[in-house]
């Protein structure tokens, strides 16, 4: 019996399966394969632009993920014992539903109004200020709902032996939360890609310098046909990303 | 149990059976053969069927059909090839090509000629133009407008610059001249009743139409314009046609079912053919009504209301085979363009060899990149030809991959008398033609007195002249037809900067910006005839942008024409998948001949105020550059911000800087 509701969940994950198969792990697995050059590989290092972009996305990252999390965490504690925070937790998500366009017409009218040099600091920092604006309000939710979920008599009970709220914070309740955090983290990590959209509509396909980021290089060798340089980079990328991911899910299995 | 046969004898039975239907079938024709009198007709063959067919048009060497779809066909019985024509001219307000309705072919001259049909409305009440459209051998068009009429024309006949239309109640008869698109009404006839079928001969036309079960006649002599009048006792008339050499009658009418000919009082003198007596005829035609009927010395073609054409050959005593024969289908040229460039839609419509298939990407220069790289990529693109002057292409990678056909042997085979031969070859990538220039913009000359007088390096003198030349003659540089226009000399500094030359690039794109907004601002004004143009200088010379710009008026001094550069505007590619790769170049050729700033000396002095200066402008080019580079598009876009001010030429140069570093940087070499 156990055997055929087995068989019933794989039939009705077949179609998933399949797509995921075609469109995911075939395309993933043939940049690898079109990436197996070392010739490529140290190309790809020694070219300036390439370093530059990466440079760029993972100041980005070492920027914007940590405030953002940052930030997150910070709303959902105000949050989640507040009576009316399903009405701010839908106002927070308002510009989860704002098309990129939008934001890129508005921020390039915004350099034209005040005549903002786009080569100045200002445009990375714009770029952050969207990055948190646009996908923190997920992150605050999702936080908002592990802290909501946390066992009122733990906190009563630490309230009764003395601890303070900021003990509290640091020592009970984010470590208890610590698979959503982690996956607020890595979800950030993930949107963090979607801010291209906004770059590209503010600032098109040659940004200024100092928000020329990964993704840009890897979109406009594609424009240019440069199918084997997508490949490395797009690869590197991958590469990179697994460290945090496997670091994370690890960590998790120690609170699961 | 069945008793079965054994399979050997069953064979047998049928082999037997087999032969003496064959040996029965010979005998039977041969003996019919026989008997039938010499001065018939045998049905030979079906040669052509067309669908959606308005009229057709019968000679023995072409069948001519105007189409459904408002274009007329024009099929040769020898070579079997399929000549198609748009008549080109748009309607208005409908922004349509105006339909033919009716198609005829003149052998001597060779002509294709067409009437075109516009319904438009007059007075509020619906109104029709009508247009003889003529292509000679070298396809030169020829227009004549023939009349305006409040009732549709129902038919119309030509033969010999004769044309005959039909209306309701009259038939106009014109005598028309395509050499200089001039028509002369000889006659107009009046008549009641239905059916008028018209034959024209050399000297006289003759008219017929059924009144009260009778046949009404009238013959028009051209020369005399006299018409003689009389009647004949047949009804249910459908056809006409001079009857051919050797025959007693003069012409040749069809009933439903006869075929008889009149002489020239009109009386019958002898029955030609009984159609129903031919089983085999009739087979065929189906009980179609003949409509048209073309003699010549060995056949009779008939047009059917069912829009086929029949040949029916005189009787030699061998056999004959009964076959059919389809046109060749058409071909359709697929091209793809962007939004800014489908104003040749019009002109494509014109193009008679094919049908031009357009795709119109109606989307940011950016997206239309990508689209075209991802269909590359995928192997979906099916078009024919691309144009690839969009800003952001990457026609270079594409023709680095592959995917660009190298139009070397088309382009070399080009007559070099009627093509500015240099413009193609400083199109040159990897010293093969990939880019059939369409759209050329010529730069021009803007000379520097001061220069001139040894004064080189003083750029502020230069932008002062360029101030007082425009104070002085008050003509904006915008209502020119050359707009002055200062190019980046894009080449040399890619080269430059790809052997990593750094010299001074910051002064260059000082010198490019100062002087596009001098020239750009309110205050300037360029003189009538006097054109700018920036020299296209090498590495070295790269600083010296603004010392060599000069000024000069042109229409006073050409000889200061020593040598220019032009920008392609417009230009098209033929993608390597293409099916019809000989066709699609001959397309873009035509395509150039037919637009304006072509590469092509003809068509374009209507376009230009002088076209002696143009002609020597574009055979004295001495480099070309393809408009779309993603950097020249990267510059363009930085010089507009600083022209509107939201930028300070400080910050333009190293914004122009950065971006031609990411955009040359970020292409990885392929080791």
């Known amino acids: 019996m156990r055997k055929k509701n087995r068989l019933t969940i794989l039939l009705l994950l077949l179609p998933f399966l399949i797509g995921l198969c075609v469109f995911y792990v075939f395309p993933y697995l043939y940049g690898w394969y079109m990436s197996l050059r070392p010739t490529a590989w140290v190309a790809l290092l020694q070219n300036a632009v390439f370093r530059m972009a990466v440079r760029n996305t993972v100041l980005f990252w070492c920027v914007g993920i940590p405030l953002m999390v940052l930030l997150s965490i910070g709303v959902a504690l105000l949050l989640y014992e507040n009576r009316h925070r399903h009405f701010f937790l839908c106002l927070i998500a308002v510009p989860l539903c704002i098309p990129g366009i939008y934001i890129g017409g508005v921020v390039s009218g915004l350099y034209e109004r005040f005549s903002i040099n786009e080569n100045s600091g200002w445009s990375f920092v714009l770029i952050v200020v969207i990055y948190i604006w646009k996908y923190c309000g997920f992150d605050i939710i999702v936080l908002c709902s592990a802290f909501s979920a946390f066992p009122r008599e733990i906190e009563e009970a630490a309230q009764i032996d003395g601890c303070k709220r900021s003990r509290f914070v640091w020592q009970i309740l984010l470590p208890s939360v610590y698979p959503e955090l982690s996956f607020v983290f890595l979800l950030s990590l993930l949107n963090s890609f979607s801010i291209y959209r906004e770059l590209y509509a503010i600032y098109g396909m040659y940004p200024p310098k100092c928000v020329y980021l990964i993704f840009h290089f890897i979109t406009n060798n594609f424009s240019k046909l440069g199918f084997d340089v997508v490949a490395v980079a797009s690869c590197m990328v991958s590469a990179f990303l697994l460290i945090p991911i496997l670091y994370f899910l690890r960590r998790e299995r120690r609170f699961l | 149990m069945k008793k079965q046969l054994p399979h050997s004898k069953c064979l047998i039975f049928v082999l037997v059976l087999a032969c003496c239907f064959a040996c029965f079938s010979c005998n039977q024709t041969a003996s019919e053969k026989q008997q039938l009198p010499v001065n018939h007709y045998y049905a030979q063959a079906t040669l052509l069927t067309f669908p959606d067919v308005r009229t057709l048009y019968t000679t023995p060497s072409v069948f001519a059909a105007a189409m459904e779809d408002g274009k007329m066909h024009f099929f040769g019985s020898d070579s079997q090839e399929m000549l198609s024509f748009e008549s080109g001219i748009e309607s208005y307000p409908e922004k349509t090509i105006i339909p033919f309705i009716a198609a005829f072919y003149e052998e001597s001259p060779v002509r294709f000629i067409g009437l075109a049909e516009q319904l438009f409305t007059m007075e509020a009440d619906p109104a029709y133009d009508y247009f003889l459209i003529a292509y000679d051998a070298n396809n030169a068009k020829s227009t004549i407008s023939l009349s305006t009429e409040f009732v549709p024309m129902r038919k119309c006949f030509y033969k010999d610059n004769i044309v005959v239309a039909v209306y309701a109640d009259r038939a106009d008869l014109y005598k028309v001249d395509f050499t200089n698109s001039a028509k002369e009404l000889l006659s107009s006839y009046s008549y009641t009743g239905n059916n008028l079928n018209v034959c024209i001969s050399e000297q006289c ?28 006792p047949y009804a249910d008339l459908s056809a006409v046609a001079c009857a051919p050499e050797g025959f007693d009658s003069r012409y040749c009418i069809m009933t439903q079912n006869l075929l008889i000919g009149l002489d020239s009082d009109f009386s019958p003198v002898e029955q030609l053919l009984d159609i129903k007596s031919f089983s085999v005829l009739q087979n065929v035609l189906n009980g179609e009504k003949i409509t048209d009927i073309f003699f010549d010395d060995t056949a009779v073609y008939m047009t059917t209301s069912g829009h086929s054409v029949y040949k029916f050959e005189e009787l030699t005593g061998e056999a004959l085979q009964l076959h059919m024969e389809n046109a060749k289908p058409r071909q359709t040229l697929r091209v793809l363009m962007h939004r800014n460039d489908a104003y040749v839609s019009t002109i494509s419509a014109m193009y008679p060899y094919a049908d031009v298939s357009i795709e119109v990407y109606d989307a940011p220069a950016a997206d239309f990149a990508n689209y075209i790289s991802t269909a590359l990529l995928s192997g979906s693109a099916d078009w024919d030809v691309i144009s690839v002057t969009s800003p952001y292409l990457p026609v270079h990678h594409y023709i680095d991959e592959g995917y660009v056909y190298a139009l070397d042997e088309y382009i070399s085979s080009l007559p070099a008398e009627e093509w500015y031969t240099d413009i193609f070859d400083f199109c040159r990538y990897n010293s093969h033609h990939y880019i059939f220039p369409v759209g050329v913009t010529p730069d021009v000359l ?118 220019g550069s032009a920008v392609v505007q417009l230009g098209f590619a033929v993608l390597e998948t293409s099916q019809e790769k000989s066709i699609a170049q001959d397309y873009l050729a035509f395509l150039s001949k037919t637009m304006t700033s072509s590469v092509s000396p003809y068509k374009n002095a209507f376009v230009y105020e002088n076209p002696a200066v143009i002609e020597q402008l574009l055979s004295s080019v001495s480099g070309t550059q393809l408009y779309t580079d993603e950097l020249a598009s990267q510059i363009i876009e930085i010089n507009s911000k600083y022209l509107d001010g939201s930028l300070t030429l400080d910050e333009a140069v190293q914004s122009a800087k950065d971006k031609i570093w990411l955009a040359l940087g970020e292409t990885v070499a392929k080791k």
């Not at chain 2, 008219?207 to 028009?220: I, M």
């Open chain 2, 205 to 232: 036309v003759l008219l017929t139409h059924e009144a009260d079960g009778v046949t009404a006649v009238a013959e028009y002599n051209i020369l005399e314009n006299t018409y003689k009048t009389g009647e004949i």
């Open chain 2, 446 to 563: 803007i000379r520097n007195d001061g220069a001139e007088a040894g004064e080189s390096g003083d750029f502020a003198a230069f932008l002062s002249e360029c101030s007082r030349l425009s104070d002085e003659q008050k003509v904006p540089v915008a209502d020119n037809r050359f707009h002055v226009r200062i190019s980046v000399p894009l080449k040399p500094l890619v080269a430059a900067l790809e052997n990593n030359w750094n010299g001074d690039l910051d002064l260059l794109l000082r010198d490019v910006f100062s002087l596009n907004k001098a020239l750009g601002d309110d205050r300037f004004y360029g003189a009538k005839g006097v054109y700018s143009y920036m020299l296209s200088a090498g590495p070295s010379e790269l600083n010296q942008a603004g010392t060599s710009a000069r000024t000069t008026p042109v229409y006073q001094n050409q000889g200061m024409f020593l040598g």
